[in-house]
Each structure stands twice: as structure tokens, then as C-alpha cells.
């Protein structure tokens, strides 16, 4: 077993309210000194059987498919390491 | 023979009965169409219907736009089947790519129920025939996720294709201040986008819901959502 | 820790269990041993403690909630009365109607959005329980002060929840109120009501009959939600937010709910299911011994079947789990298949866990071992029955002394114009739209009124036009001065608001939401509040068909005012016949029904400008609230009033205000002789409301209220359109442009929560 984790994000063009909402609710809460905050989604994927060359390009038409949509999100796809 | 329009379940849809309705009151027969089914019944149209289908989970429309009735819609729509898709339907198309751009989350956070100023940009399509090019109608707006984004190439192509075809305009109703910070375009879409066509105006997709708009006594009390579907019966009577 | 087993609990009778940290009573815990004539096993202690919760038992309020059966009016409507899920009317062409509200104040103070979240899910359960389709749910919320930090902390998480939830089910939200006042600081109280409708055929009763039945549990799988929250969360006070209470709340799932949904009313249509219960607190603990204890046998369950969500969950916990969108049906063997064929089609988890057995026991296995062996009448119906001392508290004649009537009062028409812009634009009388737009109330394509109306109205039949209406009320102000009048007028209020469409009041739910009980001040507003209720039901004809009490809702030693919230559901023949709140022609003739008295005691005008709540509050005339809803009601089926609205908080001027707005139209008002214009405008009498009479229909409508005796007083004229400059204007005294009211009426609830 091992963990793959695809995080996805929106482009950096499109705009996203609730970053937007958790950065303006910083300083009340007096956090200072951050200038912008854009909220994404993290998937984690548990494999069965070796991550190999083949099953990571699997992994990544899933997320290019179906994980994330293209037309406003980024996305990447790591390998966490075992522990 | 009166004209077939079906109407997709998923798991979620919430105006499903609702459309048959609308769609039984202009004169046609509606066919109830359910998302595992690749099988469309022989219907004429299509239409996607509003709701949450599958929560939205992901996105909204992401995991439906993989059922089983979508790989027959998005291929019968490639050659020629009338599809509308409304609110979540909309969603659903965007993300089967059958009309370009994608839906995001409302610009003010927050559920939006309101009655919508529209304006008609585009009657040339198959389910605005029966409007007339600039005419302003009110269709209710109730959405979560109904914030049309797409590039600037993509917008400028669909404006300059005509295929943008319903706009936020701007009406008495949302001068009451309803939610702040809101004015006549209820949820940030570019360029007041409310829906557009394909190339061929065969496939439409709106965030409004004209099958709210169909008899006096409920829904917005208005009729103004009528045309939608006696628009697409006239072209199929006629075809 | 070793599984433990009936036999072990037999062998080990001096084992102690925790039963006070399970929130049972020293001799609440020796009457269970009394009952099984040995020590409760973990798993049967953990049954008994969260049905014989406060929550789950009423043993506080019990004894005083028997009047409503004992005072019932006779009613041919009532199909099924109190006890069920929620009780079922009669509505004429072969419907039923079952309606119900309930209490959901405590999770959503700890966790505002899943709290009102699961609140809207736990009550669209009761209703499917019931054999109904949804059509409607309906949201009374009471927040503390609307400008304190705690009421912006959870009024937007209780919106947003309710939203998320009720709007992804596909239920249109018709109605309900919100309400501020720095007494519910701390204890919110997110009420929910839901409305369903069914063929009479088709009421389905929440019991297990029939030896060899299977028992199938639906839905979610479980996991370790709200795990003791019946008892800990509902029925103990908490003096402030607890961090470690987080965990004990359930979250959600509204998509999982709407198939549920669909997939039981399948299961109905094709006659499949004998008994169903919803799974909501105390889970499965609750399901089965409700079950098994209105069947006519025992049943048998084996636990190990239950699909589990987290597998380290011990027996005990699975049994008082609370995880949302679970259902358990009782079906006949032979259709078992098909029943999970359905589920199935809809992607709902179904397991067969239990049957129902020829004896009278209620038996839990767990890895092939008994764990619980136990008559389920003792553990559903056999809770403690406290009597609870009560005592009228000796503040309350003080309070009473206070009158409002002698607070200052405004001189001359300027000041009246400024009052009544503070009032109308004060949180609880401002336009609520910004939190109802979040709200869908059109889906189902059905809502023939909507909030802000005087009730919701839904068609349930689209060939004749029949409808149903709901109206919820309650005003803790009234009730804090005089708990038993109080009650009264809230019910005065929701049945007026029913009339008001044009509908007929029916039935009556409730959910009586208060303190301690252990605070006999508390205990005696509750007996009052009660009393009160009971009494007018009986007098206006309409029973209670089911409701729901919370009690602890206090901070310390203070409790919220008493907040008896009624619900009153009518008919109506046509709806095409209701009337709206909104002004709809110029010229149209404005009266004032009913008598108009200086009444100011818990008043809205008192709260805004004086802040202050004493006095009386208004007197009840349940004979003149009949004969004036006899009056709506023929005046909306006989064509002669095209708008009506109720007065009640906030006098006339909040009702004119919200008639022109709604309609943009003006109204020119005259004081009527032998009022002033302060009373005219703000008093709060009862049995009050405002038509609006085409000139065709005067004579007629005059006529008519001159034959009945009820009092009709010409007071002005709609007049113009907003669009044109209209105004509102008392001849004499002030005119307010309607752009003006609508600023001071809209604004408000945005600046303060935005």
C-alpha cells in the first residue's frame, strides 16, 4: 500500500471567494503579514501494489479527468513517502 | 405523435418533476430518463435538470457528467439532439465539455433564491425561438455554485458567435438588497453570463430556472419560462 | 475490556457501571435493576440511559403533557394523534397530512451548521416515517441580541446549515420566523418543522408486528456520531462551550438523505414496508426498542450485521450512536428482496440486522453472544415520571406591575414618524430576506406562499387545487409577562396567520422550548405555558397532534424566556383563492378587523424605544379569533378582500409597512375616532387584522362583518406607486415615503450580519 496525494487548486486567475473570506478574517484575528490565501483540495489515494511508472500515469488522467477540472484548476500528483 | 422530451434523474436532481411539469404543460410529453440507463427511450430533447446531484460533491456536475445516460447524451448531442441544461444540468454540461467554460461558487458565498432579470441575447437557438432577440424576462435564480468563468479568449469567441444567450440585467426586484453586496448579476459570472449555446444552438445551459416560471400561482407567478419549451416543441413538430 | 455479556452481568452482580457519567439518577439506575432483577448489562445501561434522557422520555414534562389528550377537542381530522412520529390530519380528497416541529437548540449552539443541518434532516425523517412525501419544511429561530458577537458567531452558521442541508434535499423552505433577544445568548433556539403529505391508505406506523418479519436497517452506515449526545448534549446544561462536547455532534449528510428519501417512498408505493422508524437520537437504541415495544412481539438483532463506518466501535457505542440519514423498516420476508432492489437502484446501504420473534423481548447479540435481554416497553414507554416542583416565581408579580402602558410616549407626528422608523427597522420587525433568500422556496413547484406571507401555503393536489397552510408563531415576551396567556396568543397568532391566506386552522404542533426543569420557576412557567395551550386548543377546536419540549436551555441561572412556538396547520379548498400580504390595487379600501385597545405590555414598541418588557401582555378572545378567521376565510373564498395581513408585533404600522413594500404601493390612513394616533399605530390587541376590500366589495364585506359582530373600521385607502413617489401617511399626523420605509425596513439585517 502506499499514498498517492493529488492536490488541486484553482488558477491562479480565477477568482476565489472563500480565500479571499479567509484572508480578510486574518487580522481580526490578529494574524498579520499574509497577503493572500486561496483555499484547494487535497485527495489522498490509497494504492494497492507498487507505485510505478504506469500506475502514476494512471493517477494522473484520474486527476486530469475527473479530480480536478481543467478549465479552472491546476492540479499535482505526489507520492507521499512511507513513514 | 406529440414530441418526447426527456428528463434526467441523477441521484440528487431536484426539479426533475418539476420540468416534466413544465414540459406536460407546453404541450409535450415528458420521459422520465434515469441516470444508469444508457438507453434515452427514442426522446426527441433532452433536458438536465436542476438539483444537487451527488451533493455536488467534487464539483457540481462532476461525478454525474460520468454517468451511464451521459455517455449517450454527449454523443447524441455531437450530432445533432436538442439538450437543455438548467442550474445543476448547466453544471453538468460545462463539465461534460459540451459547452464551454465551468461553474464556480457563488462571488458572495452564500445560497441565492431570487427572481432573475434576464435579457435574451440570442432567439435563435432551439429552446429561445419563441422570445424575441433583446427581450427581458424574470426566471427564478436559486444556485449555490452559478458563477460562470471561462478565459478571455473563450468569452470574447462567444460573444463574437452570439452563443452567449441569456445576460443578468438589471431590475426592480434585486434593488430590494435582498443580500449585500449583490446587485444585478447574483453571483459574480463574467461578463453577467447567465447561459449560453454551442455552435449549432442545439445545446443550451442556464443558471435560472425556467420550469419555475410556468404557471401563475406558483413559482415566480409568472409565465415567462414557458417559450423555453414551446420553443423546442415548435422546432420539433416542424422538423 | 471484556465483552459484557447478559450472563456475565448475571454472574457479576457487584460490578459497578457508570451510570451517573451516563447521565442516569442514582434511583433511575436501581429501578433498571429493579426491572431486569439482576445489573444491566454495558449495552443494555447504555440503552436505558439515553431513552430515559429528558429528551428522549419527557419525565419532566410528561405529566403535564397528558392535558393535551385529556383536553382534546373533538376532531373528526385526526388521524393519528400524539405518540407517533407526528401526528396525521385528515385534509379532505383522500390526503392526509402529517406535520411536526422540533427542537435542534443545543447542537446548533455547540456546531451552528451541522446542528441546524441535522435538525432539518431528523424531522424530514419523522415525516417519511409517517408513509408522507415531504413538501415543505419551515425553520422558527430565536438568536441572543442581533448586534452580540455570540449571535454573529451562529445565526450564519444556523443559515447556512439549514440551506445546505434543506436545499439539497429538494424541500422548499415556506416559512418560520427569526427572532432576537438578548436571552437567547447562549441558547439559540433552531427550531425545524417539516410538512408531508399521503394518500389515507398509506400512513405507516412506527412498529415491529408479525414473528418472522425482517428487521432492515437503511442509510448511512454508523460511525461514531453524537455518541451519547440524547443524553449529554440535550439534557445537561452546559455553562459555557465546551471544546470536548465537539466531537459528540453529527454531521450531515443531505445528499445521502435525499436518496433516502426517494428510495423509501418507493419502498411505500409498492407496499413493501409493515413498520418504519426513523433512526434520530438515541439511534438505534431507540429504533429498535420503539419497534419491538408498539409491535406485538420481541425481536431479535444481531449487532454484528450493522454496517459500521468506523469498525473499532464497541457494541454499547453502536447501540447509541447517532450518525444521520439511517432508517429501520420491518418487511415481510417475501418482499425482503425486493426491498433491497430498491435500495440498491438508489445506492442505499441495506442490511437485514434483526427479526421480529413470537415473544416479548427485546434481544442484542453481539459475536454470537446475548447482550441485551430486555422487555423494550420498559426501556421506550417505562421512563421515570417526574412531578416536578413548581412554583410561580416571586419576581413575576413585580414584573407584572411594570406596565408599559405608562412608558413615554411619542408627542406630536415627528416623533411618531421617528418611532415608527425605529420600529419598523428594529432586527426583529425588519425584513428577513437576507436570511430567506438563502432558502429555496420554490422546488417541488408548489409554493403558492412563501415566507415573508402570513403562512406557507403548498398545493398538494393540482387537479382541484387543494392546499395546506402553516403558520409558526411565539412570542417569549408575552410569555415571560404571563406564560399561560402567552401560549395562548402564540397559538391566537398562528391560527389568525393561517386565516389570514384564507386558510382553515386544522391542528395544532408544537415545541415548547425552556429552562431547568429543575428550577421550579421554570417548571411553573412550563405547567402554565401548557395549561394555556391546552385550553385554547380546546376552545378553538383544534388538537395537538404531536410537538416536542426543550428544557435546559439556560446559562447558568438564567433561562431564556419561556418559548412555547406553536404551529397550526390549515386547509384550503382552492388556492387559488388565498390572499397575500402585499397591497395589490390602487383605491382598494383598507379596514381594521377587530378591537384595538392601549396594550403595550411586551410590545415591540416597548422593546425598541424603552428597551423594556413589563406589564401585561395583550388579552386573548379565542371566541373573537374564530369569529374573525370565520371572516377571513369567507372573505378570501367569496372574492372580497385581494390582500390581508395579521397584526400582531408591532401593531398596525408594521402590518401597513409590510403590506406596501411587499405590494410597492402607498396607503393614505386616517385615526379613527375615539383612538389616538400612537395607539392606532402600535398597540398590539389581538384578534387584530388588516384587508384590503376592492370598492365593489365594501358593501358586501361591511355587511357581512356587521351581521357577524365583529368590528371593521374603514382607516384609509392603498394609494400609490412606489415607482411614482407613494407614501405612507397618517392624515394629521406624518407621511414616510415608501423608498424611505423600504431603506429602514431592508437595510438592517444585512449591516448587522454581513
Known amino acids: 500500500m502506499a499514498r498517492v496525494v493529488v492536490d488541486v487548486m484553482l488558477k491562479p486567475e480565477i477568482l476565489d471567494p472563500q480565500g479571499q473570506a479567509v484572508q480578510r478574517a486574518l487580522p481580526r484575528l490578529g494574524f498579520e503579514g499574509i497577503s493572500d490565501v486561496r483555499q484547494g483540495k487535497r485527495f489522498e489515494l490509497e494504492v494497492d501494489g507498487p507505485v510505478d511508472d504506469a500506475a502514476l500515469a494512471r493517477i494522473h488522467e484520474l486527476a486530469e479527468t475527473f479530480l480536478a477540472n481543467t478549465v479552472i484548476e491546476n492540479f499535482t500528483v505526489k507520492v507521499e513517502e512511507e513513514k | 405523435m406529440t414530441s418526447r422530451i426527456g428528463v434526467v434523474t441523477f441521484p440528487g436532481s431536484l426539479d426533475d418533476r418539476d420540468t416534466q411539469r413544465a414540459i406536460r404543460l407546453a404541450g409535450a410529453e415528458p420521459v422520465a430518463l434515469w441516470h444508469k440507463d444508457k438507453d434515452l427511450k427514442q426522446v426527441d430533447a433532452v433536458v438536465l435538470p436542476g438539483g444537487f446531484s451527488y451533493g455536488d460533491y467534487l464539483r457540481a456536475g462532476a461525478i454525474s457528467r460520468f454517468s451511464p445516460v451521459m455517455e449517450t447524451i454527449i454523443a447524441e448531442a455531437k450530432s445533432g439532439l436538442p439538450v437543455l441544461g438548467i442550474c445543476n444540468g448547466f453544471q453538468v454540461l460545462t463539465e461534460a465539455h459540451l459547452l464551454p467554460g465551468a461553474m464556480l461558487g457563488n462571488n458572495h458565498l452564500h445560497f441565492i433564491c431570487r427572481d432573475q432579470k434576464l435579457r435574451v441575447e440570442n432567439s435563435a437557438t432551439a429552446w429561445t425561438a419563441d422570445f424575441a432577440a433583446g427581450q427581458e424576462i424574470h426566471i427564478p435564480l436559486k444556485n449555490m455554485d452559478g458563477r460562470y468563468v471561462a478565459d478571455a479568449r473563450t468569452l470574447d469567441m462567444l460573444e463574437a458567435e452570439g452563443r452567449v444567450v441569456f445576460r443578468y440585467v438589471a431590475g426592480a426586484d434585486e ?38 416560471a410556468v404557471e401563475s400561482l406558483v413559482g415566480n407567478g409568472r409565465t415567462d419560462g414557458l417559450p423555453f419549451f414551446t420553443s423546442i416543441l415548435k422546432r420539433l413538430v416542424s422538423a | 475490556m471484556t465483552l459484557d455479556t447478559v450472563d456475565n452481568a448475571t454472574r457479576t452482580p457487584d460490578v459497578e457501571l457508570p451510570w451517573a457519567e451516563l447521565g442516569l439518577k442514582k434511583d433511575e439506575y436501581e429501578r433498571v435493576v429493579e426491572i431486569l432483577g439482576r445489573r444491566p448489562t454495558g449495552a443494555e445501561l447504555a440503552m436505558y440511559s439515553v431513552m430515559w434522557s429528558e429528551h428522549c422520555s419527557y419525565k419532566s414534562s410528561k405529566v403535564h403533557l397528558r392535558q393535551f389528550g385529556e383536553k382534546a377537542p373533538r376532531s373528526d381530522a385526526l388521524l393519528v394523534g400524539i405518540g407517533e412520529n407526528a401526528g396525521v390530519v385528515d ?194 437504541s431507540c429504533a429498535t426498542s420503539e419497534l419491538a415495544s408498539n409491535g406485538s412481539g420481541g425481536m431479535h438483532v444481531v449487532l454484528d450485521d450493522v454496517p459500521l463506518r468506523d469498525s473499532t466501535l464497541s457494541p454499547e457505542e453502536i447501540l447509541m450512536s447517532e450518525s444521520q440519514e439511517r432508517m429501520c423498516a420491518v418487511v415481510e420476508p417475501e418482499k425482503v428482496e425486493r426491498f433491497l432492489a430498491i435500495c440498491e437502484k438508489w445506492d442505499v446501504i441495506a442490511t437485514v440486522i434483526g427479526e421480529v420473534t413470537d415473544g416479548d423481548r427485546l434481544e442484542i447479540y453481539w459475536h454470537g453472544e446475548k447482550i441485551v435481554d430486555v422487555d423494550p416497553r420498559t426501556v421506550a414507554h417505562d421512563g421515570p415520571v417526574y412531578e416536578r416542583p413548581y412554583a410561580r416565581p416571586d419576581w413575576q408579580d413585580a414584573l407584572q406591575a411594570d406596565d408599559a402602558n405608562k412608558l413615554p410616549r411619542p408627542a406630536g407626528g415627528d416623533q411618531l414618524r421617528d418611532q415608527v422608523l425605529r420600529l419598523v427597522g428594529s432586527p426583529n420587525q425588519a425584513s428577513k430576506a437576507w436570511i430567506t433568500s438563502q432558502y429555496d422556496h420554490l422546488v417541488q413547484g408548489n409554493t403558492v406562499l412563501a415566507q415573508p406571507q402570513d403562512s406557507g401555503m403548498i398545493r398538494i393536489d393540482e387537479e382541484s387545487g387543494l392546499g395546506v397552510a402553516l403558520a409558526t408563531d411565539g412570542n417569549g415576551r408575552y410569555a415571560k409577562l404571563d406564560p399561560y396567556h402567552g401560549a395562548q396568543l402564540a397559538l391566537a397568532e398562528a391560527y389568525r396567520n393561517v386565516a389570514t391566506t384564507g386558510a382553515r386552522p386544522l391542528a395544532v404542533s408544537d415545541c415548547l422550548n425552556f429552562g431547568s426543569p429543575e428550577d421550579p420557576a421554570v417548571m411553573w412557567q412550563f405547567a402554565e405555558a401548557v395549561r394555556g395551550l391546552a385550553d385554547a386548543c380546546q376552545e378553538l377546536g383544534t388538537p395537538v397532534t404531536g410537538g416536542n419540549v426543550s428544557l435546559y436551555n439556560q446559562t447558568g441561572e438564567a433561562a431564556i424566556h419561556p418559548t412555547p412556538v406553536v404551529a397550526v396547520l390549515g386547509v384550503i379548498d382552492d388556492v387559488a383563492r388565498r390572499t397575500p400580504v402585499a397591497f395589490q390595487e390602487e383605491g382598494q379600501l383598507l379596514y381594521l378587523l377587530g378591537d384595538t385597545r392601549e396594550e403595550f405590555g411586551g410590545s415591540a414598541w416597548s422593546q425598541v424605544v424603552h428597551d423594556h418588557l413589563g406589564g401585561l401582555p395583550p388579552q386573548v378572545d379565542l371566541e373573537r379569533e374564530r369569529l374573525l378567521a370565520e371572516i377571513l376565510i369567507a372573505a378570501s373564498r367569496d372574492g372580497m378582500a385581494d390582500s390581508a395581513h395579521d397584526l400582531s408585533d408591532g401593531g398596525l404600522v408594521q402590518a401597513v409597512t409590510e403590506s406596501a413594500l411587499l405590494g410597492g404601493k402607498g396607503a393614505r390612513l386616517v385615526v379613527p375616532d375615539g383612538l389616538d394616533a400612537f395607539t392606532f399605530l402600535f398597540s398590539e390587541s389581538a384578534g387584530r387584522a388588516l384587508v384590503a376590500v376592492p370598492r365593489s366589495e365594501e358593501l358586501r364585506f361591511t355587511d357581512m ?18 415607482e411614482d413617489g407613494a407614501v405612507v401617511e397618517v392624515q394629521g399626523e406624518f407621511s414616510l415615503p415608501l423608498t424611505e420605509l423600504r431603506t429602514a425596513h431592508e437595510t438592517t439585517i444585512p449591516a448587522v450580519l454581513a
Not at chain 3, 164 to 183: H, K, Q, R
Open chain 2, 175 to 212: 434593488e430590494a438588497g435582498a443580500v449585500p453586496g449583490v446587485g444585478h448579476n447574483p453571483n459574480g459570472s463574467l461578463r453577467d453570463i447567465a447561459g449560453i449555446t454551442n455552435e449549432t444552438g442545439s445545446v443550451v445551459g442556464l443558471m435560472p430556472h425556467p420550469e419555475h
Open chain 3, 91 to 284: 385534509v379532505g380528497q383522500g390526503y392526509a397530512v402529517t406535520f411536526k416541529v422540533e427542537s435542534h437548540n443545543h447542537p446548533s449552539y455547540v456546531e451552528p451548521y451541522q446542528g441546524a443541518a441535522t435538525g432539518v434532516g431528523g424531522i424530514v425523517r419523522d415525516i417519511i416515517a409517517m408513509g408522507a412525501r415531504p413538501v415543505a419544511v419551515v425553520d422558527p429561530l430565536r438568536f441572543g441580541a442581533a448586534d452580540h458577537p455570540d449571535t454573529k458567531r451562529v445565526l450564519p452558521g444556523v443559515v447556512a446549515g439549514i440551506g445546505g442541508y434543506g436545499n439539497c434535499l429538494g424541500l422548499p423552505n415556506i416559512g418560520g420566523e427569526v427572532v432576537f433577544d438578548a436571552c437567547y445568548q447562549g441558547n439559540p433556539l433552531v427550531n425545524a418543522g417539516a410538512i408531508g403529505v399521503m394518500r389515507h391508505e398509506d400512513i405507516h406506523l412506527a412498529k415491529a408486528s408479525g414473528a418472522g418479519n425482517k428487521v432492515i436497517l437503511y442509510g448511512a452506515r454508523t460511525g461514531g456520531d453524537g455518541i451519547g449526545g440524547a443524553s449529554i448534549l440535550a439534557s445537561e446544561t452546559f455553562d459555557d462551550a465546551k471544546p470536548s462536547k465537539r466531537p459528540a455532534v453529527q454531521v450531515g449528510d443531505p445528499f445521502q438523505e435525499k436518496l433516502l428519501i426517494e428510495c423509501t417512498l418507493e419502498a411505500f408505493a409498492e407496499k413493501l414496508v409493515v413498520g418504519i422508524q426513523d433512526l434520530g437520537a438515541a439511534g438505534l
Open chain 3, 705 to 722: 362583518c356587521g351581521a357577524r359582530g365583529l368590528p371593521a373600521t374603514r382607516i384609509g385607502v392603498v394609494d400609490g406607486r412606489e
